[in-house]
């Protein structure tokens, strides 16, 4: 049975700029590298950036939702290290007490990820 996601892969097209921004911009540190691929840690799950293999690999990848406590404070300090956000942080959802709260962005490579929080109201 499956238990947990252990890694996610995100396709890249120029290795050195996409390891910079996620370990300088996003502040991810960085496990190691190969030629082709880096390996980031982000509490307890691996990010893994490659060089796709082949073209039918070469597409943007599936979002990542990295959770934090306060997305108004993560989203200003990333925006001041030139990290695009198309619009502001917004609620998304309410369920009882409950806020789930996004804001999306975009990564060296064009690949779309998000913020997300979820605060007790």
């Known amino acids: 049975m499956i238990k947990k996601i252990g890694q996610i892969g995100v396709p890249v097209r120029d290795l050195?700029?996409?390891?910079?921004?996620?370990?300088e911009k996003l502040g991810l540190p960085m496990l190691f590298s190969t030629k082709t691929m880096a390996?980031?840690?982000?509490?307890?799950?691996?990010?893994?950036?490659?060089?796709?293999?082949?073209e039918e690999f070469a597409h943007a990848s599936s979002v990542?939702?990295?959770?934090?406590?306060?997305?108004?404070?993560?989203?200003?300090?990333?925006?001041?290290?030139?990290?695009?956000?198309?619009?502001?942080?917004?609620l998304v959802a309410k369920m009882e007490q409950t806020e789930t709260w996004m804001a999306f962005?975009?990564?060296?490579?064009?690949?779309?990820?998000?913020?997300?929080?979820?605060?007790?109201?």
């Open 105 to 121: 962005f975009k990564d060296s490579e064009e690949n779309t990820h998000a913020l997300m929080s979820e605060v007790e109201v």
């Open 16 to 23: 050195e700029r996409a390891a910079n921004f996620y370990k």
């Open 64 to 90: 990542i939702y990295f959770q934090v406590e306060d997305i108004q404070e993560v989203y200003l300090a990333l925006k001041g290290k030139g990290v695009f956000f198309p619009v502001e942080p917004h």
């Open 39 to 54: 390996f980031f840690k982000c509490e307890g799950l691996r990010i893994m950036l490659s060089l796709p293999e082949r």
